[in-house]
């Protein structure tokens, strides 16, 4: 079951604060001034890296990794959006994921959806959504990573992060999607979380965020930082230039009330308390049974994290505006026996 605790020490442009970060960055452009201005898409990427690939940039980098960020950075960017599709906010290109599906019909190649493993999910968050406390008949089973990763070519978005946070990071990551048996199984419990429907639909958007903060010792409890990003702004691109060394939202934190509220009136409420969820607040999911019902896994909310606020700051991608679709996850409701049902 979820519990409040207290507020989160990072925010959602901490990368920014960092100065061996920015020494770091700033180093880049000296020894290569076309770098001095990139292109949004390569702009996030860069700044929310893991550090030491900054670091092996700047003392070298004359490996192929340190090649392939160079050309990253330069502007080479793929055709699919790699952190829009992972996030959450982006359909694939028709080509790519076989035509779009229908909201009733079952992913092409994958097993009918368990009612029992989502019954798994609501049982260990008490039947209600972690962060707001909504109860069972306003639930959404919302997936960490969506099954339409499957669909796209996934050794490009691997080879895609490898250079900006590491092959070995990248692995974990990977290894946690796929398991041991390279099999890809997004209906697992530690790929789940019981969400509100509309906290769901704001994260897939995404105009919000979850950091995982921490896990204690025999894996029953979990915290998990909320977090307001940016609303999107339909003018900026992801291939517009920016300077690499520049905050892109300068003030937004002073902003009074955008802790509260990313804008449009939209908020989120602790239905238990009738108070306002902020940005920053940080919740507590537990487990009774570690192996049965496990925590949501901490490395792909840690992925989700990264790559959800470059895909809500990076900007639209010309025609992809069109395809900020709500992508559909598992919408938990009661058959005529009572039981869960589950539609995709």
């Known amino acids: 079951m979820a519990t409040t605790t ?93 035509g779009r599906r229908e909201a009733s019909q079952s992913p092409q190649g994958r097993s009918d959806l368990n009612p029992a493993r ?66 890809f199984d997004t209906e697992k419990v530690q790929n789940m979380m019981a969400l509100a429907c509309h906290v769901d639909i704001y994260w897939d958007q995404p105009i919000c965020a979850f950091r995982p903060i921490r896990v204690n010792g025999d894996n029953t409890r979990m915290d998990i930082a909320f977090h307001w990003l940016p609303l999107p702004d339909k003018k900026t691109r992801r291939i517009d230039k920016v300077p690499i060394d520049e905050h892109p939202y300068p003030g937004m934190y002073e902003r009074t009330g955008f802790t509260d509220s990313p804008g449009e009136n939209i908020s989120v409420f602790d239905m238990k308390t009738r108070v306002v969820i902020p940005s920053g607040h940080i919740f507590t999911i537990t487990t009774d049974d570690p192996v049965q019902k496990p925590l949501p896994s901490f490395q792909l909310l840690e992925l989700q994290w990264i790559l959800t606020r470059i895909a809500a700051m990076q900007g639209a991608g010309g025609d992809e505006d069109s395809d900020m679709d709500y992508d559909g996850d598992s919408v938990a409701n009661y058959n005529d026996d009572d039981g869960l049902s589950i539609i995709v």
């Not at 860069?46 to 003392?59: D, G, H, Q």
């Not at 990763?149 to 992060?161: C, L, N, P, Y």
């Open 118 to 183: 989502n019954s798994q999910v609501l049982d260990r968050d008490g039947n209600k959504c972690v962060l707001t406390k909504h109860g069972r008949t306003t639930l959404q089973i919302a997936h960490i990573v969506l099954y339409k990763v499957h669909t796209s070519q996934q050794e490009g978005f691997w080879r895609w992060m490898e250079p900006f946070w590491g092959v070995d990071e990248v692995r974990r990551w990977k290894t946690q999607i796929l398991g041991a048996g390279e099999t």
């Open 6 to 98: 207290k507020f989160d020490d990072k925010h959602i442009f901490s990368e920014f604060e960092d100065a061996e970060r920015l020494g770091l960055i700033k180093e880049i452009v000296r020894q290569d001034p076309l770098l001095a201005n990139i292109p949004r898409c390569s702009f996030f990427p860069l700044w929310f890296s893991n550090i030491s690939m900054l670091r092996e940039l700047v003392a070298g980098g004359q490996t192929d990794t340190g090649f392939r960020l160079r050309w990253n950075l330069l502007g080479w960017t793929s055709f699919t959006d790699v952190p829009g599709i992972l996030a959450g906010s982006k359909q694939l290109p028709e080509d790519e994921q076989g």
